[in-house]
C-alpha cells in the first residue's frame, strides 16, 4: 500500500505501458467498447491510475482519481463529435523515463506519458491520431464549401427576375436538392469510422 501511495505522489503512476492486442481483454475500457456495432480496439495504453482506449469511433477514456482509488469514471469521445488536434509526440532525454504523446480532443487536453522503451509503438499512435486529425481538417472545408456553394445558388434564385409563382416552385425544387445534396456531402465527409487509418499506421 505504501508503494501505491509513494508512486501516485511522485507521479510514477502516471507513466502508462502499452497494452498488447492480447491481452485486451483483461482491461477495464474492452467492457465499454460496442463489440455490437463492430467497434474494435487498435490502441490502449494503461496507467496505473487511467485507461486510454482508442478504438474505430471514439476514444474511450477509463478516468481513475488516482493510483490508491477504486473509483472509475468512464468518458467516451465519438469522433464524429470530437475533433482531434495539435497532435504532438516528445521523445524522451537522456534521464526522462517516459516518451508523451499530446493532443486535443474537442475541448479536452491529453497529455498521455508512455514508457521511453515503447516509442516505437507510440509513434504508430501519433501517426494514426495525426492523419485523423488531417482528414477532419479537410472534410470540414469540402463540406463548407458545399454549404457556401448552396448559399449563392439561393442568393442568384432570389435576385433574378422571375415570375413568383414560378419562383416559389423553383425555390422549393432548390431547396429539396439541397436538401438532398447536403446530406450527400455530409454522408461523404463526415467520417465516423476510422478503422482504415488505423490499420495502415498500426503495427502492434
Not at 467498447?33 to 474505430?56: G, P, Q, R, S
Not at 488516482?66 to 504532438?88: D, E, F, H, W
Request: aromatic share 10%; hydrophobic share 35%; with cysteine.
Amino acid at each position: 500500500m505504501f508503494k501505491k501511495i509513494a508512486s501516485d505522489a511522485l507521479g510514477l503512476s502516471d507513466i502508462g505501458t502499452i497494452i498488447h492486442p492480447s491481452d485486451y481483454d483483461k482491461t477495464d475500457a474492452d467492457d465499454y467498447v460496442m463489440h455490437e456495432d463492430n467497434e474494435k480496439i487498435y490502441f490502449l495504453i494503461k496507467t496505473k491510475a487511467d485507461e486510454y482506449c482508442f478504438t474505430n469511433l471514439a476514444i474511450i477514456h477509463v478516468d481513475g482519481q488516482s493510483a490508491v482509488s477504486s473509483k472509475r469514471t468512464l468518458k467516451r469521445y465519438p469522433y464524429s463529435q470530437n475533433k482531434i488536434s495539435n497532435v504532438l509526440l516528445e521523445t524522451a532525454g537522456k534521464l526522462d523515463m517516459d516518451v508523451e504523446i499530446k493532443f486535443m480532443l474537442g475541448k479536452e487536453q491529453f497529455d498521455i506519458d508512455v514508457k521511453k522503451e515503447q516509442i516505437e509503438q507510440l509513434k504508430d499512435l501519433y501517426k494514426s491520431l495525426l492523419r485523423i486529425s488531417e482528414i477532419t481538417y479537410e472534410n470540414d472545408i469540402y463540406i463548407k464549401m458545399a454549404s457556401q456553394s448552396l448559399d449563392k445558388a439561393v442568393t442568384v434564385l432570389q435576385n433574378s427576375r422571375t415570375d413568383d409563382n414560378k419562383l416559389a416552385d423553383t425555390y422549393r425544387d432548390l431547396t429539396d436538392f439541397g436538401f438532398t445534396w447536403l446530406t450527400s456531402v455530409r454522408g461523404q465527409y463526415h467520417t465516423k469510422d476510422f478503422g482504415e487509418i488505423f490499420e495502415k499506421y498500426i503495427n502492434n
